[in-house]
């Protein structure tokens, strides 16, 4: 019987960082990041955190353009009701009363209901585009393929 070698494990690949604002790929310690309010962020895992948006930049003064971005946003309250309503309705067991959904949101009846009339509108005008969003990676040109 011979003897079995490791064999050496190639070390993971190294993902690159996007700017969020030029879209300017860069290694993970070149970095600058914040975090700014935005009331269509919602965390899946950390209700703490709903309404803070992790941005991310190539530079102190990209992440300042994305701040700045930000705070011309107007955060409104019944948007990110909407988001936790729409978490508890999308994990774990399902909600059978309103009274149920208070109490797993923290939301007050009153609250729920506003943030339902709020999903129902049409989006506001004065709202401004939101910088790009983030990406993992960079997306790669597609190869042409055979003509159609």
């Not at 190294?14 to 300017?24: I, Q």
């Not at 939301?107 to 004065?126: K, N, Q, V």
Request: charged fraction near 30%.
């Amino acid at each position: 019987m011979g003897i079995r070698r490791k064999r050496a494990r190639r070390p993971a690949p190294v993902v690159p960082e996007l700017c969020d604002l030029c879209a300017r790929t860069f290694p993970p310690q070149e970095a600058v990041c914040g975090h700014v309010a935005d009331s269509s962020a919602v965390n899946p895992d950390d209700p703490l955190h709903d309404g803070l948006r992790r941005v991310t930049a190539c530079c102190e003064a990209h992440l300042e353009q994305i701040r700045a971005a930000y705070r011309q946003r107007p955060f409104v309250q019944e948007e990110l009701w909407a988001g936790k309503i729409g978490r508890v309705l999308t994990s774990g067991r399902p909600v059978l009363s309103l009274t149920e959904l208070a109490c797993r949101t923290g939301l007050d009846e009153p609250d729920i209901r506003r943030a339902i009339a709020e999903g129902r509108r049409p989006p506001r005008t004065g709202r401004t585009a939101s910088p790009p969003a983030r990406t993992a990676a960079p997306r790669r040109a597609r190869s042409p393929g055979p003509p159609r």
